[in-house]
């Protein structure tokens, strides 16, 4: 049986707004990301999961959209978020070897 996303049914134009006012930077840490578009020649798939801009929800609720509750983060500052309490990601979302929900 599927379990429902928590998610909205939005949450990809969302997601896409935060990390374009972010200008593509980490809001914690600076590091620039890679626009899933922009083909970056020689960057091999784990350097790229690397460098995905992730946006998390301060308050650990994915139903909670509202701007002040969203930042963009590095794959490494969003797994820090995660890693001091147990949030909402499902399994595999931080994967540093594989594709991400953003």
């Not at 134009?13 to 200008?23: G, R, S």
């Not at 914690?28 to 020689?42: A, F, R, S, T």
């Not at 963009?72 to 979302?93: D, E, F, V």
Request: with cysteine; hydrophobic share 35%; glycine share 4%.
């Amino acid at each position: 049986m599927k379990h429902p996303s928590r998610y909205s049914d939005d949450w990809q134009a969302i997601a896409l707004e935060v990390k374009e006012e972010a200008d593509w930077h980490c809001e914690l840490c600076g590091l620039v990301c890679i626009p899933p578009d922009v083909k970056v020649k020689g960057i091999n798939r784990n350097l790229r999961a690397v460098l995905t801009l992730h946006v998390h929800h301060k308050n650990y609720i994915p139903e909670d959209n509202r701007r002040e509750n969203l930042i963009a983060l590095c794959s490494a500052c969003h797994l820090r978020q995660h890693q001091r309490r147990y949030g909402s990601l499902p399994l595999g979302q931080l994967s540093l070897f594989g594709e991400s929900v953003s």
